[in-house]
């Protein structure tokens, strides 16, 4: 094997060579890539520092009742606030005493869970051993997205990321799509907690059904979990399926709701319990009867009928070749090659969604060898890679915060359920070129990297890939400093 | 600031979304208005259109905005007047100003052709141009000044990233303001040299030199004012960029709406602070050719919710500023606010659509000519027609 496969695997596939990396693993890139795939591993220390799911959940809930007694929304006993109030201290006013709206509370009060969470996930990719691992795992974190654009979900998305993505990145791709449609950050996500089937007990007796701090009473059909499932999760916007189908689907889900506590938001009790445990099946919002989804007919009773659409769902054609499709974009190239993405869903087919075997039907696809820079690192895995090449330098979650969101990819802020884009377009310009190389000066100024020449590092962690050109750039910098700033923003390094 | 002539005609663009724009046909084009500046303002999260200009004169307006109502001109926190029916919010009271030089003019009662209630899916859809969320890859307004004979970039982005509206085949450059130290002359020079041999990489950095040359890390403004005030400085130059786009957030009023230091007063006071400025930075006469659009995703419920603020609805309110903009003039076909007047029987009901003010202003302000509008900018538009008047002849 070559330098040249080695630089690939290691920047491609992984988070960005560290030095030293390539010459390990060069003796056998794509054996390094897959021994990754071995394996349950457990969660990197960053990410298993962080709270659990319930603490997340119930966090939101102390904040929502807190929220909700200030807008006389609802009533809460005083003993009861001062207990949330120590729980989890809401920030419900400015600095001038004035009333913050929903969304400017919850970030200020969950400001610090955010940030410590965003340098965590951060930390495990520039630490990781098992790069390639971690950015699947980003990358199906990014699939199943729940953000914190979304009030309701705010404190949740590194919870789920480690429930969803992270638990079943090598395992069934059913199970992840379970693990996601049934959790209780994407039950507030995408609206399904709130979901009425119009012929439930609750449908046809509004008045019976549970009134929600900030988020008011639920009622009616909501289709937006129902409709993500199809569109972005499953078979893709051109799965076959329609309007009809997605109502049929919406209310086929509803009952899926997040378990609620004795209080409906203070979730007493819930302490300790794991995603799956939050899920509630509850048959007073469950639409009735029998329901038609893209032709079939399901005629199951309870969670089960549900169950059953997802499982056809992991298995349809259509959700191979979407998958295939955005697994292939994401690493080989903006434009998939039809007979990769052909490889990858079949794999994914006849394994059944084994996502150990679809990832390998990747990493064996010749075409991801043959482009050393076909794709054009976003933000966040562009400092993941300079951080990893340089050793440094140690950035806290507000910076992370503040450069990411001046980058225009503010870690679980996607806009919408569709995610970061994966196209050069969204992130190579004028903007983003400068603000790399601010961010590539000031870190190479703060990394006091000496040891190694600039050229070296190069070599390092680019291996071939790095030009001539770009070579003599670097041997004439002014400084190390300047040259690891030059190193950073070359167009070998702007790209993997 | 000095502006490279670049005769080349690159594409931003990566191949997939460039592709999956419409072809790009042959047209007549008269060169269009090349001198005269458009800036288009989204104003995301969906403003309040009823707050921003209420209708005072109307006889249901006070009963409908129960709670939120502003109270009317002359009385202690009261609108500021406008036509004697409409009035403007008293957080704005440089657009009022504007209304007085007879700069502003007000479109009301207007929505796009997006009738749901999601901010992502609504925004995507006014940006691209189409009636679908995603409909196109590209946005409207790149593909309406994909002609302008402007050498270099045509347009600039006031953004971290691309937004969908600055994407597709035209020559853009985007900037945003930073918190980072900004490198020295010499790194940028020596930066410069690593894109020599890569032509895509070659132009946007040289965009970027050109943009972030003499502009430091922005002014002392900062928010909403930082990015007005970068639009400013791109427009200004002689051979800079015509065209300019950026955002202000924060109009999302789902609570306490009405409260002073409340999310509303914050968004107003924004957007306020920014006009003021643009236009102090743009000068006396550039602001004479220019035009700035503000608009948003939809309006909100007529009436207040159950937390002192208002949820997603759907027509709303929209401005044309500018030293160009033939302005004092409400243009609104106004439904009423009776509950049997409301769309379905909670929102102020759509009379406009909004591709009329954007096909209007392309035609008027920038001479792009209505066959070009119609094939390459809003497909699907025949049946809206421009809007007459919002720029002086």
Redesign the interface.
Known sequence: MSMMTAAIAANRFGLGAKPGDLASIKSDPQGWLLAQLDGAQADPAPIAALPSTADDFQAFGRWAIQYAAQ?A?RNVPPFVLNRLRRQVPAVLK?K?????????SVYATFKDRYRTAVRARFDAAVQSETPFRERLVHFWSNHFVVSSKKISAFPMPPSYERDVARSHVTGRFLDMLMASSKHPAMLHYLDNSYSVGPNSRWGKNPSEAPTLP?I?RMEGLNENLAREILELHTVG?NGGYSQTDVRNFAKVITGWMVKRGRSVFANRGLRGQSAAELFEFNPNAHEPGPQTVMGKVYAQDGVEQGEAVLLDLSRHPKTAEFIATKLVRYFIG??PPPAAVKRVADAFLASDGDLKATATALVRSPEAWEEPLAKVKQPEEYLISGVRALGGPDISGEELE??L?????PTYMQ??PDGWHD?????????????R???A??ASIETAQTELAPTRLGELVLGPVLSE??KR?LE???SPA?GF??LL???EF?RR | MNFNRRQTLGMIGAGSLVAAAPARLAFAQGGGNTDNRLVVVFLRGAMDGLAAVPALGDPNFETAREGIALAPVGQENGALPLDGFFGLHHWLPEFHAAWGRKEMAVVHAVASSYRERSHFDAQNLIENGSTEPYGLASGWLNRAIVDLPIAGDKGVAITPSVPVIMQGPTRVSSWSPSSLPPPSDDLVARAGFLYRDNEQLHEYFESAKAANTGMGNGSDASGFAALMAGAARFLREPEGPRIAFTESGGWDTHAGQSAFNGPLWQAMTALNEGLATFRAEIGDEVWSKTAIVFVTEFGRTVAMNGSNGTDHGTAGAAFVLGGAVDGGKMHADWPGLRSADLYEGRDLRPTLDMRAIFKGVLRDHLGIPTSHIESQVFTDSSSVRPLEGLIRS
Do not use: F, Y
Request: hydrophobic fraction near 40%.
């Open positions: 807008s929304d400015d001038n005493g004035a009333q913050l709206g929903a969304e400017e900030v008011g916007v903006d434009d503040q450069v969101s001046q980058m225009g990819q806009p919408g196209v050069a377009a969204e992130w190579i310009g004028p903007d983003p070129i400068w603000k190389l601010e961010w000066n000031d050109p770009t750039v004439g910098s002014a300047q700033a030059l923003v070359s167009p702007l």
